[in-house]
């Protein structure tokens, strides 16, 4: 292939990296670097994943070497990268989410009487994850609602009590799983977090999932799924299926406030509940 053409190629393909990465940027995503260069001959990107189009630096040789790959990414076939994620076929290969030698005690010092975004003004006080610190399964909603605000814990006003009604369908007891959000302050009128304001207190979300190591996550309603797992599609779509968050298991379903308002999909998420189920079952 002529030079200019693979040269052209990979400007462009620089180009399509680059907007990805703008966007999810603007989801408040960390650490997401990409090369700068704007040399025609730059080599794409090394974390590239094998599924977007990959060439050697182009170089003038009587023996020209094969187009080198990116190296193929190890998935899981129950838990497949979606192609319509933030960064689609351009998605950056995450590492495993290690374990954490902190104590959530010590997470939630570091948060203190936050004041990081407008939400402070108008909360009761902090809400934080709650539940069993060893808990094979997490539950992750978007924020407190005013029960919530009011009582200091997640999940506790109606949504909470069909939350609870749903785990114990499950042959679970609530003292048995954890239970957290994106978000810790209550938006006023309940009102969808920002995306500012999901990416100043999902870093705090992150580091207590790296101190409990859940077996399985299951992400409620599309707040929750678009800050775990970087997700365009909204929560209908994308339901259903396992996904994966840096090692682990995701289940993305529907939220219990939004199941109270149409009690049509409490079947949809059944079922999707009975596939975290079984699979805790098979892996005891």
Not at 114 to 135: D, I, P, Y
Not at 168 to 182: L, S
Not at 212 to 227: D, F, K, S, W, Y
Request: net charge neutral.
């Amino acid at each position: 292939m002529p030079q200019d053409t693979i040269a052209k190629e990979l400007i462009e393909l620089l180009r399509n990296s680059r907007e990805q990465a703008k966007f999810l940027g603007e989801l408040g995503v960390e650490n997401v670097a990409l090369d700068s260069s704007t040399d025609q001959n730059a080599v794409a990107p090394a974390a590239i994943t094998s599924t977007a189009p990959t060439a050697a630096r182009v170089a003038p040789s009587a023996n020209p070497q094969p187009a080198l790959q990116a190296p193929r990414r190890k998935t899981n076939p129950a838990s497949p990268s979606p192609a319509n994620s933030l960064f689609g076929e351009f998605a950056m290969t995450a590492p495993a989410l290690a374990k954490s030698n902190e104590t959530l005690e010590q997470i939630w010092l570091d948060i203190g009487d936050c004041t990081r975004c407008g939400l402070c003004e108008g909360r009761t006080q902090v809400v934080h994850t709650h539940g069993n610190r060893n808990a094979r399964l997490m539950f992750v909603g978007e924020a407190p609602g005013a029960d919530e605000d009011a009582q200091g814990k997640p999940f506790v006003g109606r949504a909470g009590q069909l939350l609870t009604k749903m785990i114990e369908a499950m042959g679970m007891k609530r003292e048995d799983v954890i239970i957290g959000n994106v978000n810790r302050c209550r938006p006023p009128g309940n009102r969808q977090p920002t995306l500012e304001e999901a990416a100043i207190c999902r870093p705090f979300l992150f580091r207590e999932i790296a101190a409990i190591q859940p077996e399985v996550i299951v992400v409620m309603g599309n707040t929750a799924l678009r800050n775990l797992l970087e997700e365009r599609e909204g929560i209908s779509r994308v339901r259903g299926k396992f996904r994966d968050f840096r090692g682990i298991k995701v289940m993305p379903t529907f939220h219990p406030a939004y199941l109270l308002r149409d009690p049509s999909k409490k079947r949809e998420t059944w079922e999707d509940l009975k596939m975290v189920r079984d699979y805790l079952d098979q892996t005891i």
